[in-house]
Nanobody, 126 residues
Framework: QVQVVETGGGLVQVGESLTLTCATSGRNANPYVMGWLRRAPGMEREFVACLFLTTLNKYYSDSMKDRVIISRDGSKDTVVLQMSGLKPEDTAHYYC???????????????????WGRGTEVTVST
């Protein structure tokens, strides 16, 4: 069992930056991929970014690839999402999630992530 906890959401103005942090724990906490996904109001969950913890390969959605950076914060158990140039359409509930090797070629698919945090709200105001 893997526990996932996100922190760092909040209300920001257009163009500002925000950093989200994801901490994992658990007896068998050894995820293969850590991802950030989001759900905007009235929308389906969508992939934002992910980090493969063994290779440190990173992948980003087209909509955010120039504005986000995903990284591991020293400890294997913490993953950080740095967001900049935020837009109103980035307003969403952001989730951190962990996946095993089944997500290797399907890391953009939310259903491949097995363990999810409760998420953190990000609101971008004009």
């Amino acid at each position: 069992q893997v526990q996932v906890v996100e922190t760092g959401g909040g209300l920001v103005q257009v163009g500002e930056s925000l950093t989200l942090t994801c901490a994992t724990s658990g007896r068998n906490a050894n995820p293969y991929v850590m991802g950030w996904l989001r759900r905007a109001p009235g929308m389906e969950r969508e992939f934002v970014a992910c980090l493969f913890l063994t290779t440190l390969n990173k992948y980003y959605s087209d909509s955010m690839k120039d504005r986000v950076i995903i990284s591991r914060d020293g400890s294997k158990d913490t993953v950080v999402l740095q967001m900049s140039g935020l837009k109103p359409e980035d307003t969403a509930h952001y989730y951190c999630a962990a996946a095993d090797t089944s997500a290797t070629h399907y890391y953009t698919d939310p259903t491949k992530y097995r363990y999810w945090g409760r998420g953190t709200e990000v609101t971008v105001s004009t």
